[in-house]
């Protein structure tokens, strides 16, 4: 069975000060990875994903995230963070099982504070 | 770009009313996936569509219906409405093919059951 794991339900960090968001998964198949991003009362937008490739991927708003098979994680980061990233940000991969499912993790609160 | 757009942004019911949500999915995408986000978490899998059939079933009650019409739109059917129903209720959408089924949301319908 697939699973996903956001170990952090809320950071809280100062901003331009610099933010790791964790996530970790369990598959037994190949998964594809994602990151979204949902402010309050919106919907969840697509910050950056892993298909295959660089292990790095780039996102908006200056978000990356770095696949570690070995260590079977995807964690965000971003360098500086603004007021304006506090938001819920989840963690999904899809993986294929007859059709293509999504699993999310439970989520993580950042707030940053001034 | 054209989003997904889903209607309406908010509804009320009373228990025991019924609801219809709409989603219309973005231009030349064939599936059609609905999830329910319950107050601090994460969305949940419904049901989805693939080319007008049901491809998958998540946690939908008996009470939740669902189709996908000619022009890809979608419609969930809620009945005998309950309390615990009240959420945010995303649509999604994805194209067969090379995007290994990334999947882009809706901004969401709130829906709160008196």
């Known amino acids: 069975a697939q699973s996903v794991t956001q170990l952090d339900s809320q950071v809280p960090v100062f901003e331009e000060a610099p933010v790791e968001l964790r996530c970790n998964y369990s598959?037994?198949?190949?998964?594809?990875l994602f990151w979204y991003v949902q402010y309050p009362n919106q919907g969840l937008q697509l910050l950056l994903k892993?298909?295959?490739?660089?292990?790095l991927v780039k996102g908006i708003n200056g978000f990356e995230a770095e696949f570690n098979k070995s260590q079977t994680s995807f964690h965000l980061r971003k360098p500086s963070v603004h007021i304006s990233d506090t938001a819920e940000y989840f963690c999904?991969?899809?993986?294929?099982?007859?059709?293509?499912?999504?699993?999310f993790g439970t989520g993580t609160r950042l707030k940053v504070l001034a | 770009a054209a989003g997904v757009i889903q209607s309406p942004r908010h509804l009320i019911k009373e228990k025991r009313e019924t609801a219809t949500l709409k989603c219309y999915p973005i231009?030349?995408?064939?599936?059609v996936y609905w999830y329910q986000q319950g107050p601090g978490q994460d969305p949940q899998f419904l049901i989805s569509?693939?080319?007008?059939?049901?491809?998958d079933k998540g946690s939908i009650p008996d009470r939740f219906s669902a189709q996908q019409f000619s022009d890809y739109h979608s419609e969930l059917n809620m009945s005998s409405l309950e309390l615990g129903d009240s959420a945010l209720y995303f649509c999604?959408?994805?194209?067969?093919?090379?995007?290994?089924?990334?999947?882009?949301f809706g901004a969401g319908t709130r829906l709160s059951v008196l």
């Open positions: 999604a959408s994805s194209v067969t093919g090379n995007t290994k089924n990334i999947q882009y």
């Open positions: 598959s037994s198949v190949s998964v594809y």
């Open positions: 892993y298909l295959s490739g660089s292990t």
């Open positions: 999904a991969v899809s993986f294929y099982s007859g059709t293509y499912k999504y699993i």
């Open positions: 231009p030349r995408h064939d599936t």
């Open positions: 569509f693939y080319e007008k059939m049901q491809s």
